[in-house]
């Protein structure tokens, strides 16, 4: 049977995708219910493939490739697997340069995509993911030294950063303050209250970070908050991007790994706990639980959940809707104003859900 593609133009063709990957393609096919970063490669009795375009270039390209090879060797080595065989190419390595972009391929899997608003979903997906980061640390020496990264991240930048954000986004929306378009108008009736969320943010993470310091000055003791650990992350936890499947016990397929790198794992926690938790008006003892799961199977060092808490209670959604509605100059859009309204709506239950966290979430 001769190959036909439909709408796969700017992905290697038939001849390169055989010369490549020692894969003959019957039939390349846009991935139905997927967007074009992607297409099906169906096989026969090699079965079906998943060939996936990332928009990187230069030092980047290496960089995947070492991450795909060491998530290949963990992800695939854990058992039952966490994320599908990545195929190697016929010569070294898993990306291949083609026309601009950088392309990988992945055994295609079924399942339904997560749905982070169900407490079943977003607890087997952290479950996944500590699996991940545990397995990875015996490879992370080896990935410090080929990717040349530091050994370790500095959790403080990451609070300030989130902080310095909204305040330049504070600033932006100062300077449209004679415009009396009605979004900008709803933004900034609102928007100290957000700001008030990002300080309290800061310093669930600043107050302790300072006492350490200080009995560091003391005592000659280290800081325990000053560096996390580095483990092998997925990098982009959005629904899309894990399939669950119907046995409980199995965990969910992680797709779309052209993120993933060395960072503090918790970073792969906060977008399934955001979204939760915006869905379900932050509920405190779910939250937990799923922490708890996480740490069942990877324990959290003080550093990380210090990160972790700070990076929950800041107001991620609003900023993002905020960032949004200035980059348009504050005209209307649908979108903007469902997620700026939906933002508004639930800040009462995330400053209970902050103060909570500074009662109870005690950073040692």
Same mark, same amino acid.
């Given at each position: 049977?001769?190959?036909?593609?439909?709408?796969?133009?700017?992905?290697?063709?038939?001849?390169?995708?055989r010369?490549?990957? #020692?894969?003959?393609?019957? #039939?390349?096919?846009?991935?139905?219910? =997927?967007?074009?970063?992607?297409?099906?490669?169906?096989?026969?009795?090699?079965?079906?493939?998943?060939?996936?375009r990332?928009?990187?270039?230069?030092?980047?390209?290496?960089?995947?490739?070492?991450?795909? @090879?060491?998530?290949?060797?963990?992800?695939?080595?854990?058992?039952?697997?966490?994320?599908?065989?990545?195929?190697?190419?016929? /010569?070294?390595?898993?990306?291949?340069?083609? @026309?601009?972009?950088a392309?990988?391929?992945?055994?295609?899997?079924? @399942?339904?995509?997560?749905?982070?608003?169900? &407490?079943?979903?977003?607890l087997?997906? %952290?479950?996944?993911? %500590?699996?991940?980061h545990?397995?990875?640390?015996?490879?992370?020496?080896?990935?410090?030294?080929?990717?040349?990264?530091?050994?370790?991240?500095?959790?403080?930048?990451?609070?300030?950063?989130?902080?310095?954000?909204? /305040?330049?986004?504070?600033e932006?929306?100062?300077?449209?303050?004679?415009?009396?378009?009605?979004?900008?108008? &709803?933004?900034? =009736?609102?928007?100290?209250? !957000?700001?008030?969320? %990002?300080?309290?943010?800061?310093?669930?993470?600043?107050?302790?970070?300072?006492?350490?310091?200080?009995?560091?000055?003391?005592d000659?003791?280290?800081?325990?908050?000053a560096?996390?650990?580095?483990?092998?992350?997925?990098?982009? +936890?959005h629904e899309?991007?894990?399939?669950?499947?119907d046995?409980?016990?199995?965990?969910?397929?992680?797709?779309? $790994?052209?993120s +993933?790198?060395?960072?503090?794992?918790v $970073?792969?926690?906060?977008?399934? $706990?955001?979204? !939760?938790g915006?869905?379900?008006r932050?509920?405190i003892?779910?939250?937990?639980e799923?922490?708890?799961?996480?740490?069942?199977?990877?324990p959290?060092?003080?550093?990380?959940?210090?990160?972790? =808490?700070?990076?929950?209670?800041?107001?991620?959604?609003?900023?993002?809707?905020?960032?949004?509605?200035?980059?348009?100059?504050?005209? !209307?859009?649908?979108?903007?104003?469902?997620?700026?309204?939906?933002s508004?709506?639930?800040? %009462?239950s995330?400053?209970? !859900?902050?103060?909570?966290?500074?009662?109870?979430?005690?950073?040692?």
């Amino acid at each position: 049977m001769n190959p036909h593609s439909t709408d796969t133009s700017g992905f290697p063709s038939a001849s390169q995708i055989r010369e490549h990957w #020692r894969l003959v393609p019957l #039939r390349i096919r846009p991935l139905r219910a =997927g967007h074009g970063a992607q297409v099906v490669l169906e096989a026969g009795e090699a079965g079906d493939w998943v060939l996936k375009r990332a928009r990187i270039k230069g030092r980047q390209l290496e960089r995947l490739d070492i991450v795909l @090879g060491a998530l290949n060797q963990v992800g695939r080595g854990l058992s039952p697997p966490l994320m599908p065989e990545i195929r190697p190419l016929a /010569d070294r390595g898993h990306v291949l340069r083609a @026309g601009g972009s950088a392309f990988y391929l992945m055994r295609k899997v079924s @399942g339904r995509r997560a749905d982070f608003r169900r &407490f079943g979903d977003v607890l087997r997906v %952290a479950r996944a993911q %500590a699996r991940l980061h545990r397995a990875s640390v015996a490879i992370v020496p080896r990935l410090i030294e080929a990717l040349k990264c530091d050994p370790a991240a500095d959790p403080r930048r990451t609070v300030v950063q989130s902080l310095e954000t909204l /305040d330049e986004l504070t600033e932006r929306l100062r300077r449209f303050k004679r415009r009396r378009r009605p979004l900008l108008v &709803f933004a900034r =009736g609102g928007h100290r209250g !957000f700001v008030e969320l %990002a300080r309290a943010a800061f310093e669930f993470f600043e107050n302790p970070w300072l006492e350490h310091k200080r009995r560091e000055k003391q005592d000659g003791g280290e800081n325990a908050l000053a560096a996390c650990a580095l483990v092998l992350v997925h990098g982009d +936890s959005h629904e899309n991007n894990y399939l669950m499947v119907d046995d409980a016990d199995r965990p969910p397929w992680m797709l779309d $790994l052209e993120s +993933s790198d060395l960072r503090p794992g918790v $970073l792969d926690l906060i977008v399934p $706990l955001q979204y !939760f938790g915006r869905a379900n008006r932050w509920p405190i003892d779910r939250i937990e639980e799923i922490v708890a799961a996480y740490e069942a199977i990877r324990p959290l060092g003080p550093a990380e959940k210090a990160l972790l =808490g700070a990076q929950l209670i800041h107001p991620r959604h609003w900023e993002r809707s905020l960032r949004s509605l200035l980059k348009r100059r504050g005209r !209307f859009k649908w979108g903007t104003a469902k997620n700026l309204w939906r933002s508004r709506r639930e800040l %009462a239950s995330k400053r209970a !859900f902050a103060h909570h966290l500074y009662e109870h979430w005690r950073v040692d």
